[in-house]
């Protein structure tokens, strides 16, 4: 059965961290790009992270970069986002997606391209 399974989600205050996992099963994950993306209540879907299937390329929506850092084991098959210095407004169900390719302006996210895959999310709460 093809899935992926977010975990590491939960509640941590204002400047605190999280570290959020990708797992997938009955896909090798080495053959896709992976991206995580996020929605707050009442807004829009959002991306916030992608990395290439080697893992070499990344890029990061501007509202995290210096603070969230994404990386892969390919022989886990998963992939991870680290999250550092966390803010309420970083509040969403995050979710991660595999697709054929990073898109991006000057190190900025913008697309994943043919987006195949997707979680089913995992809560992250900012809040003191």
């Known amino acids: 059965q093809l899935q992926l399974v977010e975990s590491g989600g939960g509640l941590v205050q204002p400047g605190g961290s999280l570290r959020l996992s990708c797992a997938a099963s009955g896909i090798t994950l080495g053959d896709y790009a992976v991206a995580w993306f996020r929605q707050a209540p009442g807004k829009e879907r959002e991306g916030v992270s992608c990395?290439?299937?080697?893992?070499?390329?990344?890029n990061y929506a501007d509202s995290v970069k210096g603070r969230f850092t994404i990386s892969r084991d390919n022989a886990k098959n998963t992939v991870s986002l680290q999250m550092n210095s966390l803010k309420p407004e970083d509040t969403a169900v995050y979710y991660c997606a595999a697709g054929a390719k990073c898109r991006g302006v000057g190190g900025t996210f913008t697309e994943l391209l043919v987006s195949n895959y997707w979680g089913q999310g995992t809560q992250v709460t900012v809040s003191s």
């Open positions: 990395i290439a299937s080697n893992g070499v390329y990344t």
